[in-house]
Structure formats: C-alpha cells, structure tokens
C-alpha cells in the first residue's frame, strides 16, 4: 500500500486562515458569532481586558496567530520561486492586522490600534525578511515551534474570551473555527518538524 503524500503546506495554511474567520464563540441565546478577528475586536472593548496586567492580553491572543502563519508562509518555500506567492500571502495578512486610518491620525495613543500596529509590522517583517531568516539547519524547527506557538495563543485567547462572554450569562461554547484553526496549527508543526537524513545533511538542504 503506497504512503500517502503529506499535505502541501500552503493548503494548511489557506485551511487555517479559512478556519480563522469561521465561528470561534457560538452562542443560540443571542444569535452571537464571531470568528477570531471580531472576537479580538469585541475583547479590546472589555473594561476587564484593557485593566489587565498585561491590558489586551485576550486580543493579543487572538491576533498573534496570524503573525505566526505570515512567518510559516514565507519560512516555508522550498524554492526562491515559491517565495512570491508565499510572501504575498504574508503581506495580505500583515494589511488585514493593520488598524484603522484613525490611528495614523488622531487615535495612535489607542492601545488597542497600537497592538493592531505591532502584529502588522511584525507580519510584515515576515512576509519582506523570510528567506533571509532561513537557515539549513534550523528552518524546519523554527516553522514548527511557531506552529505550536500558534496553536497556543489561539487556544488561550479563546478560551479567554468564551469566558468573557459567559460573564454576560450568555451560553456561549468555543465555536468549530477555533478548533479547526487549532488542528491546522498541529499538523503544520508535525509536517514541519525536523526529519532530515544524513544524505540531505550533507547536501544542506533544510525544507
């Protein structure tokens, strides 16, 4: 029976930002859904969330995993041919954290803009400082500890804000985005994880 060929990662990816704007809190009470970046936004609006120590900890959560696969998808080319389609796909993503106009004008003390500015540039750093970031020996495991990382914050930042909602006694369970986008993040890091043998050592190749 032949081994089945493992999943290219630019489909995981386009999984994950797919799951990423698919319900991550349900609630039938209400008729309340909202994916991760809704999510993030309604968070930054807690009076609990901004007198936290860190303030904005539950939006940063939910937004730093869209830093994490813009750095995966420019990390993750194999060939300098790839790279454009991978850096575009980090760009789009670094455009889609950047705050509102207002920001630039007469809002930039906002915290909440301010954590909005900061994933931007770093997604942007990603998506323009990829292939210069890549190293032999150590490409394969920086993409899956960012996977990992990014499973993690989402998992935190979920779980933080279903139990910001659940203080409005609403009903609200974790929706099926969150662990869609979860599972992508795991199987991104499992694919990635450094399996090279001694012929490609030799040869120097890291994806």
Known sequence: MPIPKPVPVWLLLLAALVCYSLPWAVSSNAGLS?????LAEWASLHPAVRAASPP???SFLLRAPLVGLAWIATLSSRRKGSWPFNGILAGAIAIALLPPLEFFTQYG???NYRQQAAL???A????LGGPAFRSNGWTRAIVSMTALGAAAAASGGA???VSLLN???LSTPPGFGSAGFIICCLLLAWMCFPRRTATQIKQ???F
Do not use: K, S, T
């Open 34 to 38: 909202m994916g991760a970046y809704d």
């Open 56 to 58: 904005l900890l539950a």
């Open 109 to 111: 003390n906002d915290p």
């Open 120 to 122: 931007a540039l770093a």
């Open 124 to 127: 942007f750093i990603g998506a």
């Open 159 to 161: 779980l933080q804000a």
């Open 167 to 169: 203080d409005f006694r």
């Open 204 to 206: 120097g190749r890291a």
